[in-house]
Every structure is written in structure tokens, then in C-alpha cells.
């Protein structure tokens, strides 16, 4: 059974910055595609970020480009997202996902990621 736990969230003044963990455990991890989706308050869920497997390729959602890193750790089965330069629109719930595969879908296509956390708080104010 795959399962996806998200921790760091929390409340941060604009400009601030956090990090998100994600650790993954009952599926080959290393072999995965993984990616930070977020949702703020009647707002559909967006893409953020996402890293392959293997070579470790990154694709980011234009909103957060320069200032948010993804990265994983295959030894922890953890994956990070880095976020800087926070911005009250950055509110939102933060949720890991994991693909059944090594590439990634498009961020844009929740559908295609099977796999889903609980999600974690993420509070920027102005």
C-alpha cells in the first residue's frame, strides 16, 4: 500500500520561506516520479512542481519558477520542495503525489497521478 506523509508546513510572513517533506513508503520509491500539488480555498488543485526518476528532471508551474525547489533523497524515500520568496497567494494545502511511473505527467493533469498525501498547511502573510 503506497503511502505519501507531507510535514513542514506552517505560517510564514511574506518573503519568508519553508520546507516541505514528503515521505514515502510500500511502493519502489526510487522508481517514481514524484510531485507538490497545492489548493487554496475554492480554487481547483494546481501543479508545482515534479521530479523524475533517474535522472532527476525537474519541471515547475510558472508561479513558483525561481523560487521553489523539488528535490528528492532516494536513501530516505523523501522528496523536498524548497520554497522561498513566499507570497500570500502561495496559501494553499500542499499535497505530495506520486506517478506509476518513471515519468512525470503534466502537472496540469491531477488524474494522472494515482497516487496522493494528506496534505500539509502552507499560510503566507502579507
Known amino acids: 500500500q503506497v503511502q505519501l506523509v507531507e510535514s513542514g508546513g506552517g505560517s510564514v510572513q511574506a518573503g519568508g520561506s519553508l520546507s516541505l517533506s514528503c515521505a514515502a513508503s510500500g511502493y519502489t520509491y526510487s522508481s517514481n516520479c514524484m510531485g507538490w500539488f497545492r489548493q487554496a480555498p475554492g480554487k481547483e488543485r494546481e501543479g508545482v512542481a515534479a521530479?523524475?526518476?533517474?535522472?532527476?528532471?525537474?519541471d515547475y508551474a510558472d508561479s513558483v519558477k525561481g523560487r521553489f525547489t523539488i528535490s528528492r533523497d532516494n536513501s530516505e524515500n523523501t522528496v523536498y520542495l524548497q520554497m522561498e520568496s513566499l507570497k500570500p497567494e502561495d496559501t494553499a494545502m500542499y499535497y505530495c503525489?506520486?506517478?506509476?511511473?518513471?515519468?512525470?505527467?503534466?502537472?496540469?493533469?491531477?488524474?494522472?497521478?494515482?497516487?496522493w498525501g494528506q496534505g500539509t498547511q502552507v499560510t503566507v502573510s502579507s
Open positions: 503525489a506520486a506517478a506509476s511511473s518513471w515519468t512525470c505527467p503534466s502537472l496540469g493533469n491531477t488524474a494522472r497521478w494515482p497516487y
Open positions: 521530479i523524475r526518476a533517474g535522472d532527476g528532471a525537474t
